[in-house]
């Protein structure tokens, strides 16, 4: 839906901006996003202030544009934002320009998200990417800076993989992110959590073991768990979609850039092309029968 309303605003600016944190969970809940909001500004203070603007620009670029009301207030013109404002603000040195990059980042995510949402249909889903493309951007005007080594810590390395879904590496932020999720969807959150295990363990297997312990082959097969957990479907699927995630990581670790949440997105667009296609096949067979 669209109107040219200004006057339309969400019935609550500040659940609309929590939701937009938990929505990068692939969650509606406040009380999630508070505890995402939480771990940027208890592990990354310095980040905080570009999640918000990033989700306030969206939001406020949602409302002036007259997109619908029940989604800016769902969070669903927020979450991009929240990501690229977290990007800008991690890997662009502080400038009197940085705040107005994120609000034009933040207010061009809702608008692609927008446009996504019209065109993409059930098939190409938007899911973050938004943030991937307007990230990639970001980091080829980024300076490549190396990581710095941690400690071997299975416990850490799996809330790592949670925290990273955030851009963040501290455990701390892992676990209230984790608490977020299970106030919101125990059920997902055990599966994020999973996937999160589950892509440390990869990465230990290809060795890989620094890789592991950051938590950078968790965040994807975290995603990829939550977005086909959520709604409760069979565990085959969501680990399918784990497993594809994962597979598709070194594919997107070739480009010169880091591939962010890429390989969630593309797993999840195959996911639901392979279900189009088994549904496609279904009908046919039904019909040959019929006939």
């Not at 937009?20 to 202030?49: K, Y």
């Not at 608490?179 to 996937?195: D, F, K």
């Not at 997105?265 to 279904?282: F, P």
């Amino acid at each position: 839906m669209y109107t040219k309303n200004f006057v339309n605003p969400c019935p609550d600016w500040a659940t609309a901006l929590l939701n937009g944190f938990s929505q990068v969970l692939l969650l509606r809940n406040p009380l999630c996003g508070l505890c995402c909001l939480l771990a940027i500004l208890l592990t990354a203070p310095s980040l905080v202030g570009g999640a918000l603007l990033g989700a306030l620009a969206g939001l406020l670029t949602a409302q002036r544009r007259g997109y619908d009301r029940a989604d800016r207030q769902a969070g669903l013109y927020c979450y991009n934002g929240v990501l690229i404002g977290i990007l800008i603000s991690a890997v662009l040195p502080w400038s009197a320009i940085l705040p107005p990059l994120i609000i034009a980042a933040g207010g061009l995510s809702s608008i692609i998200t927008h446009q996504w949402r019209k065109r993409g249909g059930k098939l190409l889903v938007a899911y973050t990417a938004p943030f991937v493309l307007l990230g990639w951007g970001t980091l080829l005007l980024a300076e490549p800076s190396a990581a710095l080594p941690v400690e071997a810590d299975p416990l850490s390395a799996l809330l790592r993989g949670v925290g990273q879904v955030f851009l963040l590496d501290k455990p701390m932020a892992g676990l209230l992110i984790v608490i977020g999720m299970y106030l919101a969807n125990p059920y997902a959150a055990t599966w994020a959590v999973i996937g999160s295990a589950i892509g440390a363990g990869v990465a230990l297997l290809t060795d890989q073991a620094q890789v592991a312990w950051m938590g950078l082959y968790g965040f994807n097969a975290a995603l990829a768990a939550l977005a086909f957990s959520r709604q409760g479907e069979r565990p085959g699927v969501t680990l399918l979609a784990i497993a594809l995630a994962l597979l598709l990581q070194p594919l997107f670790a070739l480009l010169p850039v880091a591939g962010l949440t890429a390989p969630f997105v593309t797993a999840c667009w195959l996911m639901h092309l392979g279900n189009y296609l088994a549904q496609l096949n279904q009908r046919r067979n039904a019909s040959r029968l019929h006939s």
